[in-house]
Nanobody
Framework: QVQLVESGGGLVQAGGSLRLSCTAS????????MGWYRQGPGKQRELVAT???????NYADSAKGRFTISRDNAKNTVLLQMNSLKPEDTAVYYC?????????WGQGTQVTVSS
C-alpha cells in the first residue's frame, strides 16, 4: 500500500489560486494512477482530476480549464494547481493512488474559498 501525505491547502479569496501537493512513499509511485478527490460540506466525495502512470489526465467538468494535475515521478509527487477558485470549491481535498487494484488515500487537506 502507498502512503500519501497532502499539503498546500488553506484559505483563499475567490479568484485566487492554490497548489496542492501529495507525496507518496514506496517504490510503486511511478506505476500508480494518481488522483485528487474532494468532499465538500454535506456532500459525497467526488473526483476532481486523475493522471495515469503514463501522464494522461482526466478532469471533472467543474475542474476543466481551472485546475491542472501533474506528476513528478522522480520526487514521488503529484500536484494539483487550482486557479480561479470559487466558493463552491471549498472542500477537503484527498490524494488517491491506485496500483494493482489497491487504492490508497491521504488524510486530506482543507481548502476554503471565501467570497
Amino acid at each position: 500500500q502507498v502512503q500519501l501525505v497532502e499539503s498546500g491547502g488553506g484559505l483563499v479569496q475567490a479568484g485566487g489560486s492554490l497548489r496542492l501537493s501529495c507525496t507518496a512513499s514506496g517504490r510503486v509511485f511511478s506505476r500508480s494512477a494518481m488522483g485528487w478527490y474532494r468532499q465538500g460540506p454535506g456532500k459525497q466525495r467526488e473526483l476532481v482530476a486523475t493522471i495515469t502512470s503514463g501522464g494522461s489526465t482526466n478532469y471533472a467538468d467543474s475542474a476543466k480549464g481551472r485546475f491542472t494535475i501533474s506528476r513528478d515521478n522522480a520526487k514521488n509527487t503529484v500536484l494539483l494547481q487550482m486557479n480561479s477558485l470559487k466558493p463552491e470549491d471549498t472542500a477537503v481535498y484527498y490524494c488517491n493512488a491506485m496500483f494493482m487494484g489497491i487504492r490508497s488515500w491521504g488524510q486530506g487537506t482543507q481548502v476554503t474559498v471565501s467570497s
